[in-house]
Each structure stands twice: as structure tokens, then as C-alpha cells.
T-cell receptor, first 111, second 116 residues
Framework: QKEVEQDPGPLSVPEGAIVSLNCTYS??????FMWYRQYSRKGPELLMY????GNKEDGRFTAQVDKSSKYISLFIRDSQPSDSATYLC???????????FGTGTRLQVFP | NAGVTQTPKFQVLKTGQSMTLQCAQD?????MSWYRQDPGMGLRLIHY???????DQGEVPNGYNVSRSTTEDFPLRLLSAAPSQTSVYFC???????????????FGAGSRLTVL
């Protein structure tokens, strides 16, 4: 079983939809949770970062962490065609350089 | 300020050939790393370094060699290329220190390697 599980998609939604992207994990030591966005043929770039449980909002994006369920989510409101990309979750424990990535979910937002 | 620069962007090799993927950064980050990205496998760590003269193995180090003689550069060497090394390779860096636990990496644009 992988430490981090993520549905590969693709997820196809119309412009303006609310998108929910999710990851589950098995290691209860994970404390840092990140979402990276990767456009086609580009490197991943950090989108959101949260520490421990709770929500974090940045514009149209909300990151949510539920440590009791070992479940993290990224919500995108009012999705745009420019949001079409692969979204990778990533997480790590305290005091370690080791970062574990999900396999990524490909999102397509059509006009 | 270029960030993380990877060269070459594309490369085709024959089985058994050797080559070096270059990674250079201008952010004065102590930590540098190499990942490979394969469909359905996600990003997997090959090797990493926490400073000049210090390197360590990641999850999939076999067939790859690294060295770190300067803060800025972290080349990845393929000793004898195999078709299983066909992949997209990313160099990623971060500062080491107070926020090191967050592991917020800055990635290069990637090097796409095909081994025939």
C-alpha cells in the first residue's frame, strides 16, 4: 500500500464549477501538507501549504486537512480553463527532508 | 534570478550510453535533489544533497550517480543508460534551516530522457 493515495483522474468539469481534489495517507506522523500544480511539460509549482489540521484559503483555492481521517482536500471555486493541470499532493513529517508525493490528479476545465 | 535551471530539456540515448543531466540554482538553497516522474508512479526521489560535499540516496538511486562540489550545481549522472530510465527528471531545491520541515521545494522545468 502506498503511503499517499491520489485518484489519477482525469477529472473534467465545466468552467465555473467547484472542484474537489483529494488525497488519503497512512502515516500519522505527517504534519506538513502541500498541493503542487503542474502544467503540461512543466515542473510542479507550490500552490498551497498547510501545517497540521485545519483549513487555509487563498483566493479561489482552499486546502483542508483532516488528520483524524488522514484525508486532505483542495477545493477550487469558480474553476477556469487556466486551472487545467495536474494537481499533486505532497506531505512530510517533522524534522525530515523526505517529501512523499501522490501520483497526481489531472484536471480539465472546459469553457 | 533564474531559479532552478535544468539542461538539457530533451535527450535521446541508446542503451549503455552515459550522460549527465545538469541542475543549477541561484537561490543559495542548501538542499538539492533529483526526482523522476513516471506515469502512475508519481515523483520518486533519486538522490539528494543537503550541502556541498554531502549527498545521500533516495528511493530509487540505482543506476544514477551524483556529486555536489558547489552550492549552485548538482549534476545527475546516468552511468549506463537502460530503457527503464526513460522518464522525466526534475531537479528540486529548498533552503535548510528553520523551515526545513515544511519541505517546500522549488522545481526546475524538467529534462525529458528517452533511452532506446
Amino acid at each position: 500500500q502506498k503511503e499517499v493515495e491520489q485518484d489519477p483522474g482525469p477529472l473534467s468539469v465545466p468552467e465555473g464549477a467547484i472542484v474537489s481534489l483529494n488525497c488519503t495517507y497512512s502515516n500519522s506522523a505527517f504534519q506538513y501538507f502541500m498541493w503542487y500544480r503542474q502544467y503540461s511539460r512543466k515542473g510542479p509549482e507550490l500552490l498551497m501549504y498547510t501545517y497540521s489540521s485545519g483549513n487555509k484559503e487563498d483566493g479561489r483555492f482552499t486546502a483542508q486537512v483532516d488528520k483524524s481521517s488522514k484525508y486532505i482536500s483542495l477545493f477550487i471555486r469558480d474553476s477556469q480553463p487556466s486551472d487545467s493541470a495536474t494537481y499533486l499532493c505532497a506531505m512530510s513529517a517533522m524534522n525530515t527532508d523526505k517529501l512523499i508525493f501522490g501520483t497526481g490528479t489531472r484536471l480539465q476545465v472546459f469553457p | 534570478n533564474a531559479g532552478v535551471t535544468q539542461t538539457p530539456k530533451f535527450q535521446v540515448l541508446k542503451t549503455g550510453q552515459s550522460m549527465t543531466l545538469q541542475c543549477a540554482q541561484d537561490m543559495n538553497h542548501e538542499y538539492m535533489s533529483w526526482y523522476r516522474q513516471d506515469p502512475g508512479m508519481g515523483l520518486r526521489l533519486i538522490h539528494y544533497s543537503v550541502g556541498a560535499g554531502i549527498t545521500d540516496q533516495g528511493e530509487v538511486p540505482n543506476g544514477y550517480n551524483v556529486s555536489r562540489s558547489t552550492t549552485e550545481d548538482f549534476p545527475l549522472r546516468l552511468l549506463s543508460a537502460a530503457p527503464s530510465q526513460t522518464s522525466v527528471y526534475f531537479c528540486a531545491t529548498k533552503p535548510v534551516g528553520v523551515f526545513s520541515g515544511a519541505n517546500v521545494l522549488t522545481f526546475g522545468a524538467g529534462s525529458r530522457l528517452t533511452v532506446l
